[in-house]
């Protein structure tokens, strides 16, 4: 059985996976870290050193590496609070069940938790939101990418990690970022919310192309970390 904790690292179970699919397995896990809890000033700093290429995801990456070098930790550790917690709830509630059925815990959620057991994955000690958390979702995203999680057994709408990401994140995934970048709060998540509409945007196309027997090329970004 797997922890969710563990989807970012390949290394616990000793998958050897392509060097794209690794990359695409970093851009979910930075996407889940960051929506997950605040930043910290180490990821902070590793998030400076990011380098984007000359496309639109690969310049995404470049300014959030640059508004991470200038950023504050309290101030965004603040921001975070107003947009996902605050008093009472959030701005924003970033979970699939809210986003789909206008309600916590709702059968979207249930759905989820019937394909988690089929990866065999359950909830880390010390999570206590829903699964359906956004951020829950990019890291699943992150081990069926590196290898971590095996998602050959999904059925049910799609086999999969398409059939994933078509029941879990296609739906509302989009809409999401899409309010984070407009949330009153946002500042720093502005730009991380231009990342993540990108990349749902990019791994959509790709998963609608090999659905349609098209090879489902990504034209993911070359990011670099000093």
Request: overall charge negative; aromatic content about 8%; hydrophobic content about 50%.
């Amino acid at each position: 059985m797997h922890r969710i904790e563990d989807a970012t690292d390949p290394a616990s179970t000793g998958a050897i996976t392509p060097d794209h699919e690794m990359l695409r397995a970093q851009h979910w896990s930075a996407l889940g870290r960051l929506l997950v809890a605040a930043p910290d000033a180490a990821t902070l700093a590793a998030l400076a050193g990011v380098e984007g290429d000359d496309t639109p995801l690969g310049r995404a990456w470049g300014a959030l590496g640059a508004r991470a070098a200038t950023a504050d930790p309290a101030a965004i550790a603040h921001e975070f609070f107003e947009l996902f917690v605050g008093v009472g709830r959030g701005e924003l509630l970033p979970y699939a069940s809210f986003y789909l059925t206008g309600f916590l815990n709702e059968r979207p959620l249930a759905e989820l938790r019937r394909d988690l057991g089929a990866l065999g994955v359950e909830r880390a000690a010390g999570r206590h939101d829903p699964e359906d958390h956004i951020a829950t979702l990019c890291e699943v995203m992150a081990g069926i990418a590196s290898g971590g999680f095996d998602a050959s057994g999904l059925g049910c709408g799609g086999a999969g990690e398409a059939g994933f990401f078509a029941r879990h994140l296609e739906p509302w995934a989009a809409q999401f970022f899409d309010d984070l970048s407009r949330a009153p709060s946002a500042d720093f998540y502005r730009a991380v919310a231009e990342v993540g509409a990108l990349w749902i945007a990019i791994e959509t196309r790709a998963f609608a192309l090999a659905r349609a027997g098209a090879p489902a090329t990504r034209a993911v970004a070359g990011a670099v970390v000093h």
